[in-house]
């Protein structure tokens, strides 16, 4: 969402048909804004970090990122899409896949009960114009009225306005955390992920000895700099708030309150089993933990 994109607040409707989406939301955009405008200064701005001590460089940085968000699609920021549109639903052991799904459930329950107590029926949906200027306006803004994205600019049915608001969710939280918690323990070892090479990879098998590996490998100020920069990255601030910590404190009605009691009880279950399971793995997969994602992209 653009950083004017207002929170729909229709004056047609009751008080807390207007602040719903407030309510469900504010906790998964906290800090976005702020924590975006320092990448954009720190990591990929003239003098940013990855200017200095990456292969792209901050141009090329941009030129990736371009490309990236060329190729997303709606299906792709929805996991159960996602998963069937690459053909990964039969992989085995893939833990990202079967926490992500579950995380997900969870909170398309949670915001199907959340928003039915307010949204009786799809005509209340089609008829709140202001929810309706709020898809649209991210519709044009932020996705730049591209059609092939699959980005919905209305929203017709009660399901059409759940989906769109688990995802929201489920992005700024969960898949965040999928691809961000980790960066420390795969690239804070330099040769899984170089940030840059000062030699090209090599073409034949068997021709590679540890010194041309040490003369590819980036000198000890990148490796040490890149290394700081992902511990940062993977660092949750100090004040930090997680998944299972969701509070009540945005509603006061009956309904929407319990809804979050049982929102928190399913994701301390969920927590509860990831544990268990990661006893018995050499390599435990941890990052989707319920406990450990943070509720926004603020690190």
């Keep these: 969402m653009s950083s004017n994109t207002s929170f729909p607040r229709n004056h047609c409707c009751t008080l807390e048909e207007t602040s719903l989406l407030f309510q469900i939301l504010i906790r998964h955009t906290h800090d976005t804004l702020q924590i975006n405008i320092k990448a954009r200064h720190d990591l990929i701005s003239k003098d940013g970090d990855f200017t200095k001590f990456t292969a792209s460089g901050g141009e090329g940085m941009i030129t990736i990122l371009g490309k990236s968000l060329s190729n997303l699609t709606y299906s792709s920021l929805c996991i159960p899409d ?25 909170m398309h329950s949670f915001v199907i009960e959340t928003l039915s107590y307010y949204y009786k029926d799809d005509d209340m949906v089609k008829k709140d ?5 709020w898809i649209k306006e991210i ?11 699959g980005i919905p600019h209305e929203f017709t049915y ?3 306005l759940v989906k769109f608001v688990t995802m929201v969710m489920f992005t700024c939280s969960v898949q965040h955390a999928a691809v961000n918690s980790g960066q420390r323990d795969f690239y804070g070892w330099m040769p899984n992920g170089p940030s840059t090479m000062r030699e090209p990879p090599p073409t034949k098998k068997g021709a590679v000895t540890t010194a041309k590996i040490m003369e590819a490998l980036p000198d000890t100020k990148i490796t040490a700099s890149s290394m700081e920069i992902v511990r940062l990255l993977s660092t949750p601030p100090s004040d930090a708030k997680f998944l299972v910590d969701f509070k009540e404190e945005y ?14 009880a399913e994701l301390q279950d969920l927590s ?13 997969y941890t990052y ?12």
Excluded at 83 to 104: A, H, M, Q, T
Excluded at 129 to 133: I, R
Excluded at 273 to 281: V, W
Aim: hydrophobic share 30%.
């Design 82 to 106: 996602d998963i069937e549109d690459r053909g990964l639903g039969d992989v085995k052991n893939f833990y990202y896949k079967e926490d992500g799904l579950k995380l997900w459930e969870i």
């Design 272 to 284: 509860k089993q990831i544990k268990e399971r990661n006893k018995n793995l050499e390599l435990p």
């Design 129 to 133: 114009d202001e929810l309706q200027n």
């Design 288 to 299: 989707l933990d319920p406990a450990f994602v943070e509720w926004s992209v603020d690190v």
């Design 139 to 149: 519709f044009e803004h932020g996705f730049l009225k591209n059609e092939k994205t």
């Design 158 to 160: 009660m399901t059409d």
């Design 251 to 264: 509603f006061t009605e009956d309904g929407p309150c319990k809804q979050i009691k049982n929102f928190k």
